[in-house]
Protein backbone atom coordinates (compact mmCIF):
# COMPACT_ATOMS: atom_id res chain seq x y z
CA UNK A 1 0.00 0.00 0.00
CA UNK A 2 1.52 3.62 -1.13
CA UNK A 3 1.11 6.03 1.47
CA UNK A 4 -0.52 9.08 1.47
CA UNK A 5 1.72 11.99 0.04
CA UNK A 6 2.27 8.92 -3.20
CA UNK A 7 -1.37 8.59 -3.35
CA UNK A 8 -2.09 12.08 -3.38
CA UNK A 9 0.04 12.82 -6.29
CA UNK A 10 -1.18 10.15 -8.70
CA UNK A 11 -5.14 10.90 -7.64
CA UNK A 12 -3.94 14.75 -9.16
CA UNK A 13 -2.29 13.07 -11.95
CA UNK A 14 -5.53 11.35 -12.67
CA UNK A 15 -8.44 13.67 -11.67
CA UNK A 16 -8.47 15.84 -14.46
CA UNK A 17 -9.34 13.29 -16.66
CA UNK A 18 -12.50 12.27 -15.14
CA UNK A 19 -16.52 13.03 -15.80
CA UNK A 20 -16.88 13.75 -12.17
CA UNK A 21 -14.14 16.36 -11.43
CA UNK A 22 -15.46 19.72 -11.50
CA UNK A 23 -12.77 22.24 -11.87
CA UNK A 24 -11.20 20.87 -15.15
CA UNK A 25 -9.94 24.23 -16.43
CA UNK A 26 -8.56 25.34 -13.12
CA UNK A 27 -4.73 23.58 -12.09
CA UNK A 28 -4.72 21.28 -9.08
CA UNK A 29 -2.94 22.91 -6.74
CA UNK A 30 -3.20 20.55 -3.99
CA UNK A 31 -5.20 17.01 -2.66
CA UNK A 32 -5.03 16.13 0.82
CA UNK A 33 -5.99 12.60 1.36
CA UNK A 34 -8.34 12.74 4.65
CA UNK A 35 -9.45 9.43 4.95
CA UNK A 36 -8.84 6.23 3.46
CA UNK A 37 -10.39 2.64 4.07
CA UNK A 38 -9.91 -0.85 2.29
CA UNK A 39 -12.22 -1.21 -0.89
CA UNK A 40 -12.85 -4.39 -2.47
CA UNK A 41 -9.96 -5.59 -4.77
CA UNK A 42 -7.05 -4.07 -3.47
CA UNK A 43 -8.71 -0.90 -3.61
CA UNK A 44 -9.02 2.19 -1.18
CA UNK A 45 -12.19 3.93 -0.71
CA UNK A 46 -10.68 7.45 -0.43
CA UNK A 47 -11.77 11.33 0.61
CA UNK A 48 -9.59 13.68 -0.86
CA UNK A 49 -9.47 17.52 -0.25
CA UNK A 50 -8.81 18.80 -3.50
CA UNK A 51 -7.84 22.56 -3.86
CA UNK A 52 -7.92 23.44 -7.57
CA UNK A 53 -7.86 27.23 -8.67
CA UNK A 54 -9.76 28.98 -5.87
CA UNK A 55 -12.41 26.59 -5.15
CA UNK A 56 -11.66 23.53 -2.53
CA UNK A 57 -13.77 20.35 -2.55
CA UNK A 58 -14.13 16.67 -1.21
CA UNK A 59 -13.84 13.91 -3.34
CA UNK A 60 -14.98 10.53 -2.80
CA UNK A 61 -12.87 8.21 -4.71
CA UNK A 62 -12.52 3.82 -5.12
CA UNK A 63 -8.65 4.17 -6.27
CA UNK A 64 -6.00 1.98 -7.01
CA UNK A 65 -2.39 1.70 -6.10
CA UNK A 66 -2.21 3.99 -8.84
CA UNK A 67 -4.70 6.57 -8.51
CA UNK A 68 -7.10 5.57 -11.17
CA UNK A 69 -10.75 6.04 -10.07
CA UNK A 70 -12.46 2.21 -10.67
CA UNK A 71 -15.90 2.96 -9.30
CA UNK A 72 -17.16 3.93 -12.94
CA UNK A 73 -14.96 1.27 -14.76
CA UNK A 74 -17.46 -0.83 -16.44
CA UNK A 75 -14.73 -3.39 -17.43
CA UNK A 76 -13.00 -3.36 -13.95
CA UNK A 77 -16.24 -3.59 -11.77
CA UNK A 78 -16.81 -7.26 -14.02
CA UNK A 79 -13.77 -8.27 -13.60
CA UNK A 80 -13.13 -7.46 -9.57
CA UNK A 81 -16.67 -7.27 -7.61
CA UNK A 82 -19.12 -10.46 -7.74
CA UNK A 83 -21.52 -8.82 -5.49
CA UNK A 84 -23.15 -4.96 -4.63
CA UNK A 85 -22.65 -6.24 -1.12
CA UNK A 86 -18.27 -5.62 -2.06
CA UNK A 87 -19.12 -2.15 -2.93
CA UNK A 88 -20.58 -0.56 0.35
CA UNK A 89 -19.51 3.30 0.78
CA UNK A 90 -18.20 4.29 3.85
CA UNK A 91 -20.82 5.31 5.97
CA UNK A 92 -24.08 3.91 7.49
CA UNK A 93 -27.22 3.23 6.02
CA UNK A 94 -29.98 4.70 6.71
CA UNK A 95 -33.44 3.24 6.01
CA UNK A 96 -36.19 5.90 4.57
CA UNK A 97 -39.61 5.39 5.97
CA UNK A 98 -42.24 5.41 3.00
CA UNK A 99 -46.35 5.00 2.89
CA UNK A 100 -45.92 4.16 -1.31
CA UNK A 101 -46.08 0.84 -1.85
CA UNK A 102 -44.05 0.81 -4.81
CA UNK A 103 -40.67 0.14 -2.49
CA UNK A 104 -39.75 -3.55 -3.19
CA UNK A 105 -39.27 -5.63 -0.51
CA UNK A 106 -36.76 -3.65 2.22
CA UNK A 107 -33.17 -4.04 2.41
CA UNK A 108 -31.53 -5.29 5.11
CA UNK A 109 -28.30 -3.38 4.52
CA UNK A 110 -27.29 -0.82 1.88
CA UNK A 111 -27.15 -3.66 -0.73
CA UNK A 112 -28.37 -6.83 0.01
CA UNK A 113 -25.70 -9.85 0.18
CA UNK A 114 -26.38 -11.54 -3.07
CA UNK A 115 -26.97 -8.49 -5.82
CA UNK A 116 -24.62 -8.11 -8.35
CA UNK A 117 -23.92 -4.61 -10.37
CA UNK A 118 -24.24 -3.44 -13.58
CA UNK A 119 -22.93 0.24 -14.76
CA UNK A 120 -25.77 2.82 -15.74
CA UNK A 121 -24.17 3.34 -19.07
CA UNK A 122 -25.27 7.15 -18.56
CA UNK A 123 -22.35 10.17 -17.71
CA UNK A 124 -22.73 11.54 -15.12
CA UNK A 125 -21.37 14.26 -12.70
CA UNK A 126 -21.45 11.22 -9.82
CA UNK A 127 -21.26 7.37 -10.56
CA UNK A 128 -24.62 5.81 -10.43
CA UNK A 129 -24.97 1.36 -10.87
CA UNK A 130 -27.56 -1.18 -11.51
CA UNK A 131 -28.29 -3.47 -8.41
CA UNK A 132 -29.93 -6.49 -10.49
CA UNK A 133 -31.72 -9.67 -8.76
CA UNK A 134 -29.68 -12.69 -9.49
CA UNK A 135 -32.17 -14.74 -9.98
CA UNK A 136 -34.23 -12.50 -12.59
CA UNK A 137 -31.09 -10.61 -13.98
CA UNK A 138 -33.05 -7.69 -13.99
CA UNK A 139 -32.43 -4.16 -12.03
CA UNK A 140 -34.04 -3.66 -8.99
CA UNK A 141 -32.32 -0.48 -7.69
CA UNK A 142 -30.40 1.93 -8.66
CA UNK A 143 -27.35 3.36 -6.29
CA UNK A 144 -26.01 6.90 -6.47
CA UNK A 145 -22.46 7.14 -5.21
CA UNK A 146 -21.91 11.51 -4.94
CA UNK A 147 -18.52 12.31 -5.86
CA UNK A 148 -18.24 15.69 -5.01
CA UNK A 149 -19.08 15.50 -1.14
CA UNK A 150 -20.70 18.34 0.97
CA UNK A 151 -20.86 18.24 4.84
CA UNK A 152 -24.76 19.04 6.25
CA UNK A 153 -28.05 18.63 4.68
CA UNK A 154 -27.86 16.80 1.23
CA UNK A 155 -30.78 18.32 -0.96
CA UNK A 156 -31.56 15.32 -2.75
CA UNK A 157 -32.25 13.05 0.46
CA UNK A 158 -34.38 15.79 1.77
CA UNK A 159 -36.29 16.10 -1.09
CA UNK A 160 -36.42 12.55 -1.94
CA UNK A 161 -37.32 11.54 1.54
CA UNK A 162 -40.67 13.96 1.64
CA UNK A 163 -41.38 12.37 -2.33
CA UNK A 164 -41.25 8.92 -0.74
CA UNK A 165 -43.14 9.43 2.43
CA UNK A 166 -45.72 11.25 0.45
CA UNK A 167 -46.36 8.57 -1.94
CA UNK A 168 -45.27 10.40 -4.99
CA UNK A 169 -46.33 8.86 -8.36
CA UNK A 170 -43.54 10.96 -10.10
CA UNK A 171 -40.50 10.23 -8.52
CA UNK A 172 -38.65 7.04 -7.63
CA UNK A 173 -39.15 5.94 -3.94
CA UNK A 174 -35.73 6.45 -1.96
CA UNK A 175 -34.90 3.13 -0.36
CA UNK A 176 -31.84 3.99 1.66
CA UNK A 177 -28.62 6.34 2.13
CA UNK A 178 -25.49 6.12 3.68
CA UNK A 179 -24.00 8.80 5.78
CA UNK A 180 -20.64 9.25 7.49
CA UNK A 181 -19.21 12.40 9.36
CA UNK A 182 -17.11 15.15 7.65
CA UNK A 183 -15.87 18.16 9.72
CA UNK A 184 -18.21 17.29 12.53
CA UNK A 185 -21.18 17.27 9.81
CA UNK A 186 -23.42 14.18 8.67
CA UNK A 187 -22.26 13.70 5.05
CA UNK A 188 -24.38 11.96 2.62
CA UNK A 189 -22.14 9.31 0.62
CA UNK A 190 -24.60 7.32 -1.47
CA UNK A 191 -28.00 7.01 -2.24
CA UNK A 192 -30.43 3.86 -2.99
CA UNK A 193 -33.78 4.46 -4.87
CA UNK A 194 -36.33 2.13 -6.52
CA UNK A 195 -34.96 1.31 -10.58
CA UNK A 196 -37.24 2.95 -13.34
CA UNK A 197 -37.84 0.02 -15.88
CA UNK A 198 -38.79 0.16 -19.45
CA UNK A 199 -37.69 4.27 -19.41
CA UNK A 200 -36.65 6.15 -21.59
CA UNK A 201 -34.94 9.33 -21.10
CA UNK A 202 -37.06 12.69 -21.64
CA UNK A 203 -34.67 14.54 -23.88
CA UNK A 204 -33.49 11.53 -25.84
CA UNK A 205 -37.64 11.66 -26.86
CA UNK A 206 -38.27 15.06 -27.37
CA UNK A 207 -35.11 15.61 -29.53
CA UNK A 208 -36.12 12.00 -31.91
CA UNK A 209 -40.00 13.25 -32.31
CA UNK A 210 -38.52 17.01 -33.27
CA UNK A 211 -36.31 15.50 -35.74
CA UNK A 212 -38.53 13.21 -37.59
CA UNK A 213 -41.58 16.38 -37.42
CA UNK A 214 -43.71 13.87 -34.99
CA UNK A 215 -45.42 15.64 -31.97
CA UNK A 216 -44.74 15.69 -28.63
CA UNK A 217 -47.99 17.04 -27.28
CA UNK A 218 -49.46 14.53 -25.09
CA UNK A 219 -45.84 13.83 -23.43
CA UNK A 220 -45.24 17.10 -22.39
CA UNK A 221 -48.74 17.54 -20.98
CA UNK A 222 -48.34 14.74 -19.05
CA UNK A 223 -44.87 15.87 -17.91
CA UNK A 224 -46.28 18.78 -16.99
CA UNK A 225 -48.76 17.22 -14.60
CA UNK A 226 -46.18 15.17 -13.06
CA UNK A 227 -44.22 18.15 -12.15
CA UNK A 228 -47.53 19.81 -10.94
CA UNK A 229 -47.43 16.85 -8.49
CA UNK A 230 -43.95 16.91 -7.77
CA UNK A 231 -44.50 20.54 -6.43
CA UNK A 232 -47.76 19.61 -4.72
CA UNK A 233 -46.15 16.79 -2.40
CA UNK A 234 -42.75 18.94 -1.54
CA UNK A 235 -45.26 22.29 -0.04
CA UNK A 236 -46.99 19.79 2.18
CA UNK A 237 -43.82 18.67 3.48
CA UNK A 238 -42.17 21.98 3.30
CA UNK A 239 -44.36 24.88 4.40
CA UNK A 240 -44.03 27.23 1.54
CA UNK A 241 -43.05 31.37 2.35
CA UNK A 242 -43.62 34.69 0.87
CA UNK A 243 -41.13 36.87 -0.02
CA UNK A 244 -40.89 40.59 -1.69
CA UNK A 245 -41.15 40.90 -4.95
CA UNK A 246 -38.51 43.61 -4.48
CA UNK A 247 -35.46 40.46 -3.07
CA UNK A 248 -36.81 37.92 -6.45
CA UNK A 249 -36.28 41.33 -8.71
CA UNK A 250 -32.81 41.93 -6.91
CA UNK A 251 -31.94 38.63 -7.20
CA UNK A 252 -32.70 38.59 -11.19
CA UNK A 253 -30.70 41.41 -11.43
CA UNK A 254 -27.36 40.88 -9.92
CA UNK A 255 -27.29 37.11 -11.40
CA UNK A 256 -27.84 39.23 -14.78
CA UNK A 257 -25.14 41.06 -14.34
CA UNK A 258 -22.32 39.45 -13.29
CA UNK A 259 -24.02 36.33 -16.42
CA UNK A 260 -22.82 39.56 -18.92
CA UNK A 261 -19.37 39.73 -17.29
CA UNK A 262 -19.04 36.02 -18.57
CA UNK A 263 -20.83 36.64 -21.95
CA UNK A 264 -19.67 39.53 -24.27
CA UNK A 265 -23.07 38.74 -26.08
CA UNK A 266 -24.84 39.73 -23.36
CA UNK A 267 -23.09 42.99 -22.23
CA UNK A 268 -25.36 45.10 -24.90
CA UNK A 269 -28.74 43.99 -23.82
CA UNK A 270 -27.43 44.05 -19.92
CA UNK A 271 -29.96 47.02 -19.21
CA UNK A 272 -32.97 45.92 -21.53
CA UNK A 273 -32.79 42.70 -18.91
CA UNK A 274 -32.61 44.55 -16.41
CA UNK A 275 -35.45 46.52 -17.26
CA UNK A 276 -37.85 43.48 -17.81
CA UNK A 277 -36.92 42.54 -14.36
CA UNK A 278 -37.95 46.14 -13.47
CA UNK A 279 -41.31 45.81 -14.57
CA UNK A 280 -42.41 42.95 -12.49
CA UNK A 281 -45.44 44.04 -10.08
CA UNK A 282 -46.68 42.13 -7.50
CA UNK A 283 -46.40 42.73 -3.43
CA UNK A 284 -44.95 39.46 -2.79
CA UNK A 285 -43.99 36.10 -4.22
CA UNK A 286 -44.42 32.16 -2.86
CA UNK A 287 -41.15 29.71 -2.65
CA UNK A 288 -40.99 26.56 -1.85
CA UNK A 289 -38.65 23.72 -1.71
CA UNK A 290 -38.41 23.21 -5.67
CA UNK A 291 -36.53 20.66 -8.19
CA UNK A 292 -34.41 23.41 -8.77
CA UNK A 293 -32.57 21.74 -12.10
CA UNK A 294 -35.45 20.79 -13.76
CA UNK A 295 -34.51 19.92 -18.03
CA UNK A 296 -35.40 16.99 -19.91
CA UNK A 297 -32.70 15.33 -18.99
CA UNK A 298 -34.18 14.89 -15.97
CA UNK A 299 -37.01 12.74 -16.70
CA UNK A 300 -37.91 9.26 -17.72
CA UNK A 301 -40.97 7.97 -19.32
CA UNK A 302 -42.29 4.39 -19.61
CA UNK A 303 -45.60 2.91 -19.66
CA UNK A 304 -46.59 4.07 -16.07
CA UNK A 305 -45.74 7.79 -17.03
CA UNK A 306 -43.35 10.10 -16.22
CA UNK A 307 -40.67 10.03 -13.49
CA UNK A 308 -38.60 12.90 -12.22
CA UNK A 309 -34.72 12.41 -11.11
CA UNK A 310 -31.98 13.84 -10.00
CA UNK A 311 -32.97 16.45 -7.10
CA UNK A 312 -29.63 17.84 -6.37
CA UNK A 313 -30.39 20.85 -7.41
CA UNK A 314 -28.20 23.54 -10.15
CA UNK A 315 -24.57 22.17 -10.06
CA UNK A 316 -22.90 25.33 -10.18
CA UNK A 317 -24.67 26.45 -6.80
CA UNK A 318 -22.93 25.83 -3.59
CA UNK A 319 -25.30 22.87 -1.41
CA UNK A 320 -26.57 26.14 1.00
CA UNK A 321 -27.75 27.86 -1.97
CA UNK A 322 -29.39 24.38 -3.55
CA UNK A 323 -30.96 23.82 -0.17
CA UNK A 324 -32.90 26.96 0.01
CA UNK A 325 -37.09 27.94 -0.71
CA UNK A 326 -37.19 29.07 -4.43
CA UNK A 327 -40.57 30.13 -6.81
CA UNK A 328 -42.20 26.59 -7.91
CA UNK A 329 -41.91 28.18 -11.59
CA UNK A 330 -38.52 28.64 -11.89
CA UNK A 331 -38.44 24.06 -12.67
CA UNK A 332 -41.28 25.53 -15.00
CA UNK A 333 -38.74 27.80 -16.62
CA UNK A 334 -36.66 25.46 -17.16
CA UNK A 335 -38.69 22.93 -18.57
CA UNK A 336 -39.49 25.43 -21.00
CA UNK A 337 -36.32 26.56 -22.15
CA UNK A 338 -35.54 22.45 -22.30
CA UNK A 339 -38.58 22.35 -25.04
CA UNK A 340 -37.02 25.12 -27.30
CA UNK A 341 -33.18 23.15 -26.87
CA UNK A 342 -34.95 20.06 -27.75
CA UNK A 343 -36.89 21.39 -30.85
CA UNK A 344 -33.21 22.97 -32.01
CA UNK A 345 -30.51 20.66 -31.23
CA UNK A 346 -30.79 18.37 -33.90
CA UNK A 347 -29.60 21.72 -36.42
CA UNK A 348 -27.32 23.28 -33.63
CA UNK A 349 -25.55 19.39 -33.65
CA UNK A 350 -25.77 19.13 -37.68
CA UNK A 351 -27.60 15.91 -37.07
CA UNK A 352 -30.21 14.62 -40.11
CA UNK A 353 -33.73 15.60 -39.36
CA UNK A 354 -36.52 16.15 -41.65
CA UNK A 355 -37.56 19.28 -40.28
CA UNK A 356 -36.77 22.99 -40.60
CA UNK A 357 -36.52 26.02 -38.70
CA UNK A 358 -39.82 26.87 -38.70
CA UNK A 359 -41.21 22.98 -37.48
CA UNK A 360 -38.41 23.52 -34.90
CA UNK A 361 -40.02 26.79 -33.47
CA UNK A 362 -43.30 25.29 -33.58
CA UNK A 363 -42.86 21.86 -31.57
CA UNK A 364 -41.14 24.20 -29.32
CA UNK A 365 -44.06 26.31 -29.00
CA UNK A 366 -46.70 23.48 -28.87
CA UNK A 367 -44.51 21.76 -26.09
CA UNK A 368 -44.25 24.63 -23.85
CA UNK A 369 -48.17 25.25 -24.40
CA UNK A 370 -49.15 21.73 -23.49
CA UNK A 371 -46.73 21.36 -20.72
CA UNK A 372 -48.18 24.71 -19.09
CA UNK A 373 -51.39 23.08 -18.99
CA UNK A 374 -50.51 20.17 -17.58
CA UNK A 375 -48.81 21.94 -15.25
CA UNK A 376 -52.05 24.06 -14.52
CA UNK A 377 -50.55 27.79 -15.04
CA UNK A 378 -50.63 30.19 -17.67
CA UNK A 379 -48.05 32.61 -18.48
CA UNK A 380 -46.70 35.35 -16.91
CA UNK A 381 -44.21 38.38 -16.17
CA UNK A 382 -42.71 36.42 -13.53
CA UNK A 383 -42.79 33.30 -15.50
CA UNK A 384 -41.46 35.15 -18.44
CA UNK A 385 -38.31 36.82 -16.22
CA UNK A 386 -37.44 33.27 -14.39
CA UNK A 387 -37.45 32.38 -18.38
CA UNK A 388 -35.10 35.19 -19.03
CA UNK A 389 -33.12 34.29 -16.34
CA UNK A 390 -32.42 30.87 -17.24
CA UNK A 391 -31.94 32.03 -21.02
CA UNK A 392 -29.26 34.34 -19.93
CA UNK A 393 -27.17 31.15 -17.64
CA UNK A 394 -27.27 29.04 -21.08
CA UNK A 395 -25.71 31.65 -23.44
CA UNK A 396 -23.05 32.44 -20.18
CA UNK A 397 -22.50 28.69 -20.27
CA UNK A 398 -22.78 28.09 -24.22
CA UNK A 399 -20.21 31.33 -24.66
CA UNK A 400 -17.59 29.50 -22.75
CA UNK A 401 -18.26 25.45 -23.87
CA UNK A 402 -20.28 25.39 -27.18
CA UNK A 403 -20.13 28.78 -28.92
CA UNK A 404 -21.86 27.33 -32.17
CA UNK A 405 -25.12 26.44 -30.10
CA UNK A 406 -25.11 30.15 -28.52
CA UNK A 407 -27.82 31.02 -31.05
CA UNK A 408 -30.42 28.75 -29.26
CA UNK A 409 -30.54 30.53 -26.17
CA UNK A 410 -29.87 33.78 -27.91
CA UNK A 411 -33.22 34.01 -29.76
CA UNK A 412 -34.81 33.05 -26.47
CA UNK A 413 -33.22 36.41 -24.99
CA UNK A 414 -33.98 38.83 -28.22
CA UNK A 415 -37.45 37.25 -28.20
CA UNK A 416 -38.39 37.75 -24.26
CA UNK A 417 -36.78 41.37 -24.07
CA UNK A 418 -38.68 42.41 -27.22
CA UNK A 419 -35.31 43.04 -29.83
CA UNK A 420 -34.24 42.07 -32.75
CA UNK A 421 -30.82 44.06 -32.11
CA UNK A 422 -27.41 41.85 -32.95
CA UNK A 423 -26.49 40.82 -29.84
Not at 79 to 100: F, H, M, Q, R
Not at 115 to 123: C, F, K, Q, S, V
Not at 208 to 214: D, H, L, T
Request: net charge negative; aromatic share 6%.
Amino acid sequence: MVDDHTLATRIAAQLPAQRFFGAKSATIHTVEITDRQPGPANTQWVFAQVTAGQQQDMYQLLVDDAGRDVLGDAQWLSDNVATAAELLPPGDPVAVPSTTTATPTPLSTLFDDDWTIRPLGAEQSNTSLLLVHPQTGQPVAMVKFFRKLAPGPNPEVELLTALTAGGCRSSAPLLRYASCTIDSQPTVTAVVQTFVPNAQDGWGLAVSASREGASFDREAFELGKATAEIHQVLAAHFPPQDVPVATVIDRLQQRATRLARQAPQLATILPAVLATYAQLRADTVTEQRIHGDLHLGQTLLNDQGWTIIDFEGEPASDVAQRSKPDVALRDVAGMLRSFDYAAHFPQAAGLTSTCDEQFATQFARRCQEQFLAGYGVASSPLLEALVLDKALYEVAYEANNRPDWVDIPLSAVRNIIGTNQQL
